[in-house]
């Protein structure tokens, strides 16, 4: 099973953009996806997380400004970033909790896209 994420780049203050992750391999279902982004040197925070269901939450800081969602039958989530600031430059990863058959279960990381703030 492969997390492949993208989407990220520069982009000025106030923009936006739209990152996506898509997994792929032996699925079987994929429970909660999730966004969580570091900065060099700090700890990886938790973004925003999404249900298989559709249910979200969000961290504080990017409340109403971010939008999860996901494509079950592509597999795939996307994170809209809106109103971006500098202080959301991180790299970005996209994490998964996947089953490849009825009983096994394991937690899978994206390779992390880079999205830059700046003017």
């Known amino acids: 099973v492969q997390l492949q994420a993208s989407g990220g780049g520069l982009v000025q203050p106030g923009g936006s953009l739209k990152l996506s992750c898509a997994a792929s391999?032996?699925?079987?279902?994929?429970?909660?996806m999730g966004w969580y982004r570091q900065v060099p040197g700090e700890q990886r925070d938790f973004v925003a997380r999404i249900t298989a269901g559709g249910s979200t939450n969000y961290a504080d800081s990017v409340k109403g400004r971010f939008t999860i969602s996901r494509d079950n039958a592509k597999n795939t989530m996307y994170l809209q970033m809106d109103s971006l600031k500098p202080e959301d430059t991180a790299v970005y990863y996209c994490n998964a909790d996947i089953f490849t058959n009825w009983y096994d279960r394991n937690d899978y990381w994206g390779q992390g896209t880079l999205v830059t703030v700046s003017s």
């Open positions: 391999g032996s699925i079987f279902n994929i429970r909660d």
